[in-house]
């Protein structure tokens, strides 16, 4: 464990008046050897508020409560660019081996007494009542005892995010166990599913997650807009069904990001940046984007039709995929930052395929893909993307429209023109409403004509502007 944990939790030490012990977490990640370890997890047999609070204050650290109702509290200090978090929790149960006992999986059921530990900073002498420093030695989750899911079926999501941040397997009895109490998945309250499915999301390895989730029944409880895809598939882009395809489409967002510095080498960097940003708490836009990819083809059962030459169309299916995303994301309790992402990639997911012509896309096409996107254009481009690999699987890259280029040169203009236009537009309103424009639809269609115009670098500068500015007559206004 690195220095400035133990300088803290030598603070800590010194406002004991009992014992307490690292549990959970804290314990498996010790076992692992994790050279930083962020987020501690203390145990009292009581008292554990007002022990909290005092560490706050020596520390200067932000103290609030996780569940008043069961004392369970936080402490965060920021140390060199890094948040340090300690959880503070009394027992459950008479003593130590009845909390250890109440724990979800074996791997979170140790704990290691903090006396002892500062003494010599390694896990010796761990107190494991089932085994779980075999378990974290062989990478496994299994549950503690019978009834751990039904007490809180939210452990059944728990495990696959345990899965995919850990790179560790769920064991045949708990995945057993996990597939007949699927149904019971739905009954945590959907803030709690929430947070569990985007951390689960906001790790590498996503559409794995995703598949194990789908293995595992969860899938279909908590999106069944998802698993309704299962059996549908057609037309040549769907030797999978959509369920498949809209799987691998997020499995191949990890790709696209490894290749963006090849795809976009000046501005590759800039997006992966874009990505870790928080559009709410634990909901990175990372985590937004492959939640995009599961949902974007939501509605192509609702568009099939087939003409009378017997070609196979889904107009309209993004249209219709971003209204039953916005229907998924109050369900999720998303906020409407969050909601809007999603649903403005999914309404946009066809907008590159349709720039990816010969000629390369235009640059009022350009302007106006970015206007309609905002901030989340980064996104709608890497959706895209996923989205056509995704078809490779099926067909013949050759045979498939590029969109790489494409998406470069989109990434450039964003970057380059587009944002410096938003940022320094030539003209503002009261540069119209001084030359006679009154304010109204048209007034709103002349500032982004101009901007149009200043992201193409058709007008160069405020004289460039207002030299047009004074060919359109206010009447038109």
Known sequence: MESSILTELRILQSLLSGPAWLVGGSVRDLLLAKKEISDIDLLTPSGSETLARGFADRIKGSFFFLDEERKITRVVKSVEGRSLQFDFTNFEGPDLKADLGRRDFTINAMALELNRFLDTPEPDGVIDLFNGRDDV????????????????????????????????????????????????????????????????????????????????????????????????????????????????????????????????????????AHLEERLEHLVSRKAALRFACLLHDIAKPESFTRDEQGHIHFYGHDNLGALK???????????????????????QHMRLFNLSVPSGPGKNAMYRYCRDLGDALPESLLLSQADARATYDVMPREKFTDTEQSMSVVLAYYYEKFLRAEARPLLTGHDLIGRGFRPGPRFHEILNDVKERQASGTLKNRQDALAYLDTIRPVDS
């Open 325 to 347: 995303a916005a229907e998924i994301c109050r369900r999720f309790r998303l906020s409407r930052h969050s909601e809007t992402l999603v649903t403005s990639v999914i309404k």
């Open 137 to 272: 030695r062989n990478k496994q989750i299994r549950l503690t005892r019978e009834g751990v899911l039904d007490e809180d079926p939210l452990r059944m999501l728990r495990a696959v995010r345990f899965a995919a941040t850990l790179g560790f397997t769920i064991d045949e009895k708990t995945g057993q166990q996990t597939l007949s109490r699927a149904a019971l998945a739905a009954r945590p309250a959907p803030e709690r599913v929430r947070d569990e499915l985007f951390l689960i999301l906001s790790e590498r390895g996503a559409g794995d997650s995703l598949l194990l989730m789908d293995s595992l029944g969860l899938l279909q409880v908590l999106l069944p807009e998802v698993g309704a895809l299962g059996g549908f598939a057609p037309g040549m882009y769907h030797a999978h069904d959509v369920k498949t395809h809209s799987l691998k489409a997020v499995g191949h967002v990890d790709g696209v990001l490894d290749d963006l510095a090849r795809i976009a080498p000046e501005q590759g960097h800039l997006v992966l």
